[in-house]
């Protein structure tokens, strides 16, 4: 018997009078990201009609961000939140009070007046809800990770091309211009020469005591917030220095909602050390993955044996090994940031500065004109940062162009990531068939490329 009652489904095309927004900026494909107050998109929209209804799903810290950096351009007319605290608090602060609140996000999918998606809920509850607003005709801007799991992103993949949705994912490196868009170019352009390693450092999880069973908040549905995943107890504690939980914002450090800062981090900096490998011409890959990570707690076939505490890996380092000895490094340590080095010489890029002799020699030897551009498919470049992903992202609805984190790039970095993930957790180097997606001789890890779906939470028409 479902626990997830079904609303009515209804053909759901996406109005059409809402999108002559942006209609200025198809022809600013190679508008410079500084020059938007006088050419790009306007800061207010100027009508009611140039903007865009945007549904909220998930409505927690990540999501409050992101309206705040599109909110010059969305007007959210719903929100499901399976805490309808969150959803009311929402609704009041960034929403004037004016939206639909639900519980179960479906009611929105099944709106004609929704023109957007915005999913935001934890890492355990990103495929499902993004199937089902591609199948329900809406364009998606979704968080990162997409996935939990290798097979889940191949669903992913085969639903965006048979519905041509546009799904931007919330990887906002991407575009940021003067870091590591810049940073990109300068690969792009071969000012580092022959990659031969990259390395993301991008820190390792908190652990916990552990963490008592405690009465689930009246305002919570906590069946619906463990959605998919495994029927547990709800767990909180403050000891009086902080709170833990494996609710809300916590998820992260449980492998069953999350990848734990392999994929949190991971899919931040092992993106952008996958794009500067593409761009100098590493398509193919990657061959395996060795390396070790530390648990806070034991594990038993990949499984972690307590479980009433963080779970996921506070340390690790790993060597993936492209072709033609090709190597990236991932790694905790807190230097958070990615190092490229080539044969010509190596920068460091993060989210505070770009730094490295190639970056110096840029002083007398600047990248041509258009080598942002270049790497940035040739998209309206506006804005800078989480802004900009946005308005990258209302663009491409509009254009109906890839916007510049499809899923199909990320998911192919995301598999690096989870199979770090597999490999932590069974202790074990893997082998990789890039082709096939596939792990080469291990069926126990090759287990560990899907998830069940527990049962009236399996995703819809597919
Ligand atoms: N791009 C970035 O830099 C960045 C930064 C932080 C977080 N994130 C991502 O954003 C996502 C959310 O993170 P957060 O920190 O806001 O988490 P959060 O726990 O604060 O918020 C998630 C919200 O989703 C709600 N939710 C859970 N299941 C739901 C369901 N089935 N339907 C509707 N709502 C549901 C929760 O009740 C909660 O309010 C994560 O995937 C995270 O990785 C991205």
Redesign the pocket.
């Known amino acids: 018997m479902s626990t997830d009652p079904s609303p009515s489904r209804q053909n759901n095309s996406v109005s059409t009078s809402r999108r002559r927004f942006l209609a200025t900026t198809s022809a600013l494909a190679a508008v410079p990201y500084f020059s938007w107050q006088t050419r790009g998109l306007t800061q207010e929209t100027r009508s009611k009609n140039d903007r865009f209804n945007i549904g909220i799903?998930?409505?927690?810290?990540?999501?409050?961000?992101?309206m705040n950096a599109a909110k010059d351009w969305v007007d959210i007319v719903a929100i499901?939140?399976?805490?309808a605290n969150?959803?009311a608090k929402f609704n009041a602060n960034l929403a004037g009070g004016k939206a639909d609140v639900y519980?179960?996000?479906r009611h929105i999918l099944e709106r004609d007046d929704v023109d957007v998606i915005h999913i935001?809920?934890?890492?355990h509850?990103?495929t499902?809800?993004l199937v089902e607003a591609m199948l329900a005709g809406k364009d998606v801007y979704c968080?990162?990770?997409l996935t939990l799991t290798i097979d889940e992103g191949k669903l992913i993949r085969r639903i965006q091309k048979q519905t041509g949705r546009i799904v931007q994912v919330?990887?906002?490196?991407r575009s940021t211009f003067n870091l590591f868009v810049k940073a990109m170019a300068m690969v792009a352009e071969g000012r580092l020469g022959r990659i031969h390693r990259v390395s993301a450092a991008i820190g390792g999880a908190p652990t916990s005591p552990p963490i008592p069973e405690a009465e689930v908040p009246a305002h919570?549905n906590w069946d619906?917030?463990l959605?998919p995943t495994p029927q547990v107890p709800y767990r909180y504690l403050n000891n009086g220095k902080r709170g833990y939980t494996n609710?809300?914002?916590?998820?992260?450090w449980w492998y069953e909602y999350?990848g734990g800062k392999l994929?949190?981090w991971g899919?931040?900096h092992v993106d952008i050390a996958t794009w500067a490998l593409q761009l100098n011409g590493q398509t193919e890959g990657p061959l395996g993955i060795r390396g070790s990570a530390e648990h806070p707690v034991e594990f038993k076939d990949g499984m972690p044996v307590q479980n009433d505490r963080y779970n996921t890996a506070t340390k690790f380092l790993f060597t993936v090994d492209f072709p033609g000895g090709t190597e990236m490094i991932i790694r905790h340590d807190t230097d958070n940031g990615v190092l490229i080095e080539g044969d010509k010489g190596r920068i460091f890029v993060n989210r505070g500065k770009l730094v490295g002799a190639p970056v110096d020699a840029l002083q007398d030897d600047p990248l041509p004109e258009d080598a942002l551009s270049r790497v940035y498919k040739g998209l309206p470049m506006e804005y800078n940062e989480?802004k900009a992903h946005w308005a990258c992202f209302l663009n491409c609805v509009k254009s109906r162009q890839e916007p510049i984190s499809d899923v199909h790039s990320h998911m192919n970095m995301l598999n690096t990531c989870h199979l770090a993930g597999i490999a932590a957790r069974l202790g074990r180097d893997l082998k990789w068939d890039a082709a096939k997606e596939e792990i080469v001789g291990d069926e126990q890890a090759n287990a560990m490329l899907s998830r069940p779906y527990r049962a009236g939470y399996e995703i819809e028409g597919v």
């Open positions: 799903i998930g409505a927690g810290g990540m999501a409050g961000g992101n499901a939140d399976v805490d969150r959803g519980e179960d996000y935001a809920t934890p890492d509850w990103h499902k809800p968080e990162k990770p919330g990887t906002q490196q919570l619906r917030w959605g609710c809300h914002y916590e998820f992260r999350s994929t949190d899919a931040h989480r």
